[in-house]
């Protein structure tokens, strides 16, 4: 009788962690949700402690650049969660921002490559591009998107 007992307790006692455990599975998580955790990037946005040097940084870049000519100003310190990156580059309109993840890289295991999308000589549109404050994040500008590099 004891051991029936015992029986029917461990069967209940699987069933209801087995029910438990089914109950305290998180739902999957997409790769973009995944990734703007790692880097993200918007159109002609500044952060509220950026706007004073970003517009002075941006009105220098207009004014002396060539259409075409990337500017970079980075924003990054030892303490942030996030570092900022605006990127500029007369005469275009969009961006393309891409991240590329090479863990056995020694130097650099992210990098991030941008490139002007869409040509416009009246445009004098920036990027803004957040990434996780990591030193070894390296950015590459490039005439050329990276699909037309990769031969996409």
């Not at 040097?53 to 030892?78: H, P, R």
Request: with cysteine; aromatic share 12%; net charge negative.
């Amino acid at each position: 009788m004891r051991a029936r007992w015992l029986t029917v307790g461990l069967c209940l006692g699987l069933c209801l962690t087995g029910c438990t455990a089914e109950g305290a599975k998180k739902p999957p998580v997409s790769l973009e949700s995944a990734m703007q955790h790692v880097y993200s990037y918007s159109l002609n946005e500044i952060e509220p402690e950026h706007v004073e040097e970003v517009t002075q940084w941006l009105a220098d870049a207009q004014a002396e650049g060539a259409e075409g000519q990337f500017f970079i100003k980075n924003f990054q310190d030892d303490t942030s969660e996030y570092a900022y990156t605006y990127g500029y580059a007369g005469g275009y309109a969009d961006y393309e921002v891409s991240f590329i993840y090479t863990p056995k890289d020694p130097v650099s295991t992210g990098k991030i490559h941008i490139a002007g999308t869409r040509k416009d000589s009246l445009a004098h549109h920036f990027v803004q591009i957040k990434t996780v404050n990591d030193l070894s994040i390296m950015y590459i500008v490039a005439d050329e998107r990276l699909e037309e590099l990769l031969g996409f």
